[in-house]
């Protein structure tokens, strides 16, 4: 077996989620640094409406690409199993048939996402002041869906057999000259939001083929032309895990737009104030999204193993080092926020205060109650894994239920605050929907045997 792969059926449980986890950590945390030197580099050398701009187009932005990388995880989830259960021709052929099914799917998407940007923007009451700038950002990243697809294909395909050190060293390089292209396109060549969302796609362009030549070079890969045929059997199997997941992702996009369409309602100032944190919210669940991709490819493997015993135990150390992850971030996040916060907004802004004090308040929130974040993405990946996306979909729109009643409900109660909450009471609805699920599909796997 190559070298770099991981196989988790055997051997300590612990070891195997830090060590597969680590790397996915650092990863994700340089993949955050695209968003988040955007935003400060928008903020800061374009202004507050820029800002907003970028922050008005996230929720849609999100709803695309959470659409795109959850057929990607998917996927990798049957990648998985195949691996787990030591069927190297499977796993070629289902690879294959992967590949094919994405490239399908990136152009479908590219195609519906230009189509509705700026409808959906408009419905969303976004600012006439920032629209166009919005309305470029999409443009330039749904036109990029190709790419951004292929990237996360083949880093989901690399996770799933246990390589998280290649997607790691792809994304720091990524980071590197996307930081290096904001700098560039926004500062030099004063193409504002354009600039960076060209210089997003551009870096994930070269992490794509950073990891492609990793795919390439593995032996237990060496496909054939075969491979790349077309079965509707294979694709079926693969669209039925991947495309609860995939809508499971665009339920809470929906969530989050009509969550923005209040958020804009607020007007300019609350827009940048939310954006700011939202910048920092995907840093606050980088440890939760990489402990979830450890769990989810421990549980693939080991159900392609058969191992329900070890599964079980996988589960219990995967909530235990998610609720201990999120303690000390949350008491990063609390002590340090507002000084981490004050890097997106220039000091010669008039409404400089504001935006910080409407953004703190946001993340203090989320910062109290982070493990309840933790845990959803603990329990989410092992179902996952487990190959049971449906009751995953369906925390996705316990989800969407609760951050639209609560964003509709709570601001006409306690004012803008009510905004906040909503988050908080959409990770609640989904725990509840996942923990229950979890245990009642382990109960069943156990009374089958496996």
Same mark, same amino acid.
């Given at each position: 077996m190559?070298?770099?792969?991981?196989?988790?059926?055997?051997?300590?449980?612990?070891?195997?989620l830090?060590?597969?986890?680590?790397?996915?950590?650092?990863?994700?945390?340089?993949?955050?640094?695209?968003?988040?030197?955007?935003?400060v580099?928008?903020?800061?050398?374009?202004?507050?409406?820029?800002?907003?701009?970028?922050?008005?187009?996230?929720?849609?932005?999100?709803?695309?690409?959470?659409?795109?990388?959850?057929?990607?995880?998917?996927?990798?989830?049957?990648?998985?199993?195949?691996?787990?259960?030591?069927?190297?021709?499977?796993?070629?052929?289902?690879?294959?048939?992967?590949?094919?099914?994405?490239?399908?799917?990136?152009?479908?998407?590219?195609?519906?996402?230009?189509?509705?940007?700026?409808?959906?923007?408009?419905?969303?009451?976004?600012?006439?002041?920032?629209?166009?700038?919005?309305?470029?950002y999409?443009?330039?990243?749904?036109?990029?869906?190709?790419?951004?697809m292929?990237?996360?294909?083949?880093?989901?395909?690399?996770?799933?057999?246990?390589?998280?050190?290649?997607?790691?060293?792809?994304?720091?390089?990524?980071?590197?000259?996307?930081?290096?292209?904001?700098?560039l396109?926004?500062?030099?060549?004063?193409?504002g939001? $354009? &600039?960076?969302?060209?210089?997003? %796609?551009?870096?994930?362009?070269? @992490?794509? =083929?950073?990891?492609? /030549?990793? #795919?390439?070079?593995?032996?237990?890969?060496?496909?054939?032309?075969?491979?790349?045929?077309?079965?509707?059997?294979?694709?079926?199997?693969?669209?039925?895990?991947?495309a609860?997941?995939?809508?499971?992702?665009?339920?809470?996009?929906?969530?989050g737009?009509?969550?923005?369409?209040?958020?804009?309602?607020?007007?300019?100032?609350?827009?940048?104030?939310?954006t700011?944190?939202?910048?920092?919210?995907?840093?606050?669940?980088?440890?939760?999204?990489?402990?979830?991709?450890?769990?989810?490819?421990?549980?693939?493997?080991?159900?392609?193993?058969?191992?329900?015993?070890?599964?079980? $135990? &996988?589960?219990?150390?995967?909530? %235990?080092?998610?609720?201990?992850v @999120?303690? =000390?971030?949350?008491? /990063?996040? #609390?002590?340090?926020?507002?000084?981490?916060?004050?890097?997106?907004?220039?000091?010669?802004?008039?409404?400089?205060a504001?935006?910080?004090?409407?953004?703190?308040?946001?993340?203090?929130?989320?910062?109290?109650?982070?493990?309840?974040?933790?845990?959803?993405?603990?329990?989410?990946?092992?179902?996952?894994?487990?190959g049971?996306?449906?009751?995953?979909?369906?925390?996705?729109?316990?989800?969407?239920?609760?951050?639209?009643?609560?964003?509709?409900?709570?601001?006409?109660?306690?004012?803008?605050?009510?905004?906040?909450?909503?988050e908080?009471?959409?990770?609640?609805?989904?725990?509840?929907?996942?923990?229950?699920?979890?245990?009642?599909?382990?109960?069943?796997?156990?009374?089958?045997?496996?």
């Open positions: 190559d070298s770099k792969l991981r196989n988790m059926t055997t051997g300590n449980i612990a070891g195997h830090f060590y597969m986890a680590l790397p996915l950590m650092f990863g994700n945390i340089f993949q955050q640094m695209y968003t988040l030197c955007d935003a580099i928008v903020g800061r050398g374009c202004g507050v409406n820029a800002l907003a701009a970028v922050g008005a187009a996230d929720w849609i932005n999100w709803l695309i690409f959470g659409i795109i990388s959850g057929f990607a995880q998917g996927f990798s989830i049957v990648f998985a199993q195949k691996f787990g259960a030591g069927d190297m021709k499977e796993l070629r052929k289902s690879v294959g048939n992967g590949v094919v099914t994405a490239a399908v799917l990136g152009v479908i998407i590219t195609i519906i996402s230009m189509s509705l940007a700026k409808p959906v923007l408009i419905w969303m009451d976004t600012p006439k002041l920032i629209l166009g700038d919005a309305l470029s999409l443009y330039i990243f749904y036109g990029g869906s190709l790419i951004v292929a990237y996360n294909f083949a880093s989901s395909l690399l996770r799933s057999l246990g390589d998280g050190k290649t997607p790691l060293i792809a994304m720091i390089i990524a980071s590197v000259i996307n930081i290096g292209l904001d700098l396109f926004v500062l030099e060549f004063n193409m939001v $354009k &600039g960076a969302a060209f210089a997003t %796609i551009l870096a994930q362009l070269f @992490s794509f =083929v950073y990891c492609l /030549i990793r #795919i390439l070079r593995i032996r237990e890969l060496k496909f054939t032309r075969d491979d790349f045929r077309i079965e509707k059997r294979r694709v079926g199997a693969m669209l039925k895990i991947g609860p997941v995939a809508a499971q992702n665009g339920i809470i996009g929906v969530g737009i009509v969550v923005q369409t209040v958020i804009n309602g607020f007007g300019v100032t609350f827009v940048a104030g939310i700011s944190t939202n910048k920092l919210y995907g840093i606050l669940e980088v440890a939760a999204v990489s402990l979830g991709y450890a769990i989810s490819t421990f549980m693939g493997q080991n159900l392609g193993a058969g191992k329900i015993d070890r599964i079980k $135990k &996988g589960m219990k150390v995967g909530a %235990i080092m998610s609720a201990v @999120s303690v =000390v971030i949350s008491f /990063i996040v #609390i002590v340090f926020g507002r000084n981490i916060l004050g890097m997106f907004v220039s000091s010669a802004e008039a409404n400089r504001e935006v910080l004090n409407i953004a703190y308040n946001f993340l203090a929130v989320m910062g109290w109650t982070l493990v309840i974040l933790y845990l959803l993405h603990a329990y989410r990946s092992a179902l996952q894994g487990l049971d996306t449906v009751f995953a979909m369906c925390s996705g729109f316990a989800e969407l239920v609760m951050r639209i009643a609560c964003v509709l409900i709570l601001p006409k109660f306690i004012g803008i605050w009510g905004v906040y909450w909503a908080v009471a959409a990770w609640t609805g989904a725990d509840l929907i996942l923990l229950s699920s979890y245990y009642y599909k382990i109960n069943k796997l156990s009374k089958k045997g496996l």
